[in-house]
């Protein structure tokens, strides 16, 4: 996640369409994601890109759906949202746990996050 929050802390310009800047970080976060959530025993990671802002899904070690969403990254936030979810199509699932990208480093944080969200 390394990478991706040093592209974050950088900021992004703002646009009406995406920008080459904001894909780029896409790509990179994209990868460094799925590497920490595999590390952590997730699978089948989909992701949803949208104006400046990033979610999709993946399914947790309990065999559950999770929901993810980053937020608008023009706003500066590390912060990304994680909630169970009843399917890959479910948007509106249970309550929503905040995960903090800068302790990446420390995967019991994510999996204590992943393991305590409710529907």
Do not use: Q
Request: aromatic content about 16%; proline content about 2%.
């Amino acid at each position: 996640m390394e990478r991706s929050i040093k592209m974050m802390n950088k900021g992004f310009e703002s646009s009406s369409e995406k920008t080459k800047e904001f894909m780029d970080f896409v790509k990179v976060f994209k990868k460094e994601f799925k590497s920490l959530l595999k590390e952590v025993g997730c699978t089948n990671f989909k992701t949803h890109v949208g104006h400046f802002e990033l979610s999709g899904f993946f399914k947790a070690p309990d065999g559950i759906v999770r929901y993810w969403s980053l937020p608008d990254v023009r706003d500066g936030s590390t912060s990304i949202m994680i909630r169970y979810a009843s399917g890959y199509d479910d948007y509106t699932g249970g309550s929503n746990e905040w995960y903090d990208l800068l302790d990446w480093k420390n995967t019991e944080s994510i999996k204590s996050i992943i393991n305590n969200t409710r529907f």
